[in-house]
């Protein structure tokens, strides 16, 4: 459904975000607090950093941000069933300051960005195979591949996610994978926007399982399941599980809480 929209494609400089100065001020304060990271650790069950120092804050936050309400559900999910009674992990995604992680604005716009490699076919590999796991998650959320950062609601870049560090300043653990968020105001709606970093080190369907297990991330899915058959298991496997029944009924249940997100400040 809705391949087509998966061509690159610019869109007019009407899209462009003009954000209101006034609101940044009011909210860039907040936005350091909420920029949240989710990580794909090579076995090993990665988690959802909140810093603590602002976590008292959270009520501050709260008393910022629009009132949580659902949005429509997407017609692809509003759709969606499941006969086979698959269930979900939907208790394992976790809601933020501003609610659960959910777009509201179709098709979400996703910018892929090309490689910095001297071996033009490698970087086209790397493109095309991201590109795959846009096309399956496309079948569930309207989806669109855009070439301008500027638009990008999801930007995925071929990077290796920052090293990270245990109290004894010893590096733990490399990561594949880091999917990280963060607020804006539009026209005084507060936004979200994310980016993802894979790991050069991830190729062939190893790639395509990191590239899809962070997009399900960016999609909504803030959480993993604890099942190795679904897609959002938080370690690689193997023979990478394709979207399955589970993580379509746990995005169809994110869909259908509140968030704060694509609804007015000033409405509130
Ligand atoms: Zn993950």
Redesign the pocket.
């Known amino acids: 459904m809705g391949k087509q929209r998966l061509k690159p494609k610019t869109l007019s400089p009407l899209w462009k975000p003009w954000l209101s100065p006034i609101l940044i001020a009011t909210i860039s304060g907040l936005l350091a607090i909420l920029i949240n990271v989710?990580?794909?650790a090579i076995g090993q069950s990665?988690n959802i950093f909140i810093p603590k120092s602002q976590r008292s804050d959270r009520d501050l936050i709260a008393a910022t941000f629009p009132t949580p309400q659902t949005h429509k559900l997407p017609p692809q999910l509003a759709q969606w069933q499941d006969s086979s009674n698959s269930g979900d992990y939907f208790s394992q995604v976790k809601s933020t300051p501003v609610g659960y992680l959910i777009w509201s604005g179709f098709p979400v716009r996703i910018r892929i960005a090309t490689p910095q490699l001297s071996n033009t076919i490698q970087a086209n590999n790397w493109v095309n195979t991201v590109s795959q796991a846009i096309a399956e998650w496309n079948n569930y959320l309207p989806l669109e591949i855009v070439s301008q950062a500027d638009v990008a609601d999801i930007t995925i870049i071929r990077k290796a996610p920052p090293l990270r560090f245990d109290r004894d300043r010893k590096i733990t653990r490399a990561r594949s994978?880091l999917?990280t968020y963060n607020l804006y105001t539009q026209n005084n709606i507060l936004h979200h926007r994310f980016q993802i970093l894979l790991s050069p080190s991830q190729t062939g369907k190893y790639l395509l399982a990191a590239a899809r297990?962070?997009l399900g991330?960016a999609l909504g899915i803030w959480g993993?399941s604890q099942k190795a058959s679904d897609a959002?298991y938080?370690s690689q496997v193997r023979n990478p599980p394709l979207i399955s029944t589970r993580d379509v009924n746990t995005l169809k249940r994110v869909y259908q809480q509140p968030t704060s997100l694509g609804w007015s400040i000033r409405g509130k």
Do not use: D, R, Y
């Open positions: 989710q990580s794909f990665s994978a999917t297990h962070e991330h993993h959002l938080p």
